[in-house]
């Protein structure tokens, strides 16, 4: 097997693909609440490498809040709101 060159370039991966979804799920999620299990369902994912979901809650641009009876949602914090904003995904408040 042919072993790589010394001067072999290593192609650079794309910048900000992760943060790219990560902005998805944000926009998607400032549209409206929406309920946990459907936000789970749409962005979780058992890649290793692809954390859309647990990337925004660390981040702190989505939290999950209860509210009474209707269960558990996700909203887009101040936080997230801003990024989207700074992003051009979304008019300034």
């Not at 299990?37 to 890649?47: E, F, L, M, Y």
């Not at 989505?62 to 995904?89: N, P």
């Amino acid at each position: 097997m042919a072993q790589p060159s010394a001067h072999a370039v290593e192609r650079p991966r794309p910048a900000g693909a992760p943060n790219a979804l990560v902005l998805d799920l944000v926009e998607w999620g400032a549209k409206a609440p929406r309920l946990y299990a459907d936000v789970i369902d749409a962005w979780r994912t058992s890649c290793p490498r692809l954390t859309v979901w647990e990337d925004a809650v660390e981040r702190g641009l989505v939290e999950r809040t209860a509210a009474a009876q209707d269960g558990v949602f996700v909203v887009v914090t101040k936080h997230g709101r801003d990024l989207l904003a700074a992003s051009g995904r979304l008019a300034p408040r």
